[in-house]
């Protein structure tokens, strides 16, 4: 299989997630709708072993970037291309199961599914997929891999702004507290990630998502 045709179903929103279609009496964020491309919709490999559902909600979120190069290509198949890389990382070199995060932001605002069932997870509100993206988080906090290194560069904006709508669409669904967005380093010592310029724009992230959350 080429390139071409693994990507030929990589075309319009993918699976679109809309605030306000879940349970009545909840308070639900107004005016978000997000394409998200699920795994299949980007040529993920199947998992090596079977996924592990974690039967609970997450509790908070944490931000993180992938340290790649800041690519000025913004297109869904650089994207795409992205997602297949982190992959192969994860799952060739680390040994894992599939790709650890359970989202992934390209540079040019593309929402993807990173672990396999993570997007059923995030809609279904009631359950999150174990993941691989910071000890003693994975049962515990959704992953988003933000592509790109922030140590002393800004994201662009169309990858703020997936993120914002990300975090409102995961809080709302979840019912997580926008203070409870946090970066890789909060919860592991040993990183940067998501490096130096995005983490002290978290801060400005909870303000924003608390917004529109209400
Ligand atoms: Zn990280």
Same mark, same amino acid.
Request: hydrophobic letters at 30%; a negative charge; proline letters at 1%.
């Given at each position: 299989m080429n390139r071409r045709t693994l990507l030929r179903g990589v075309v319009g929103t993918g699976v679109l997630l809309t605030t306000g279609a879940g349970s009545p009496g909840r308070a639900h964020a107004r005016g978000i709708v997000l394409p998200v491309r699920s795994c299949a919709d980007w040529g993920a490999r199947p998992a090596s072993q079977a996924i592990t559902v974690v039967p609970r909600r997450p509790v908070r979120i944490l931000v993180?970037?992938?340290?790649?190069?800041?690519?000025?290509?913004?297109?869904?198949?650089? @994207?795409? @291309?992205?997602?297949?890389?982190?992959?192969?990382?994860?799952?060739?070199?680390?040994?894992?199961?599939?790709?650890?995060?359970?989202?992934?932001?390209?540079?040019?605002?593309?929402?993807?599914?990173?672990?396999?069932?993570?997007?059923?997870?995030?809609? @279904?509100?009631?359950?999150?997929?174990?993941?691989?993206?910071?000890?003693?988080?994975?049962?515990?906090?959704?992953?988003?891999?933000?592509?790109?290194t922030y140590v002393d560069a800004e994201p662009p904006t169309p990858q703020w702004e997936t993120l914002v709508s990300f975090c409102v669409y995961a809080c709302d669904q979840y019912g997580i507290s926008p203070r409870e967005i946090f970066g890789h380093r909060d919860f592991y010592a040993d990183t940067v990630c998501p490096g130096d310029r995005f983490y002290a724009m978290l801060p400005r992230l909870r303000r924003e998502v608390a917004a529109v959350l209400g």
């Open positions: 993180h970037h992938t340290a790649s190069d800041n690519v000025e290509d913004y297109s869904l198949d650089a @994207a795409c @291309a992205q997602a297949r890389w982190i992959q192969h990382v994860h799952m060739d070199q680390n040994g894992w199961l599939d790709s650890g995060q359970h989202f992934t932001n390209s540079r040019g605002g593309y929402l993807l599914e990173g672990r396999h069932q993570s997007l059923d997870a995030l809609r @279904a509100g009631d359950h999150m997929i174990q993941g691989a993206h910071c000890p003693g988080q994975n049962e515990a906090a959704i992953g988003i891999e933000n592509e790109g």
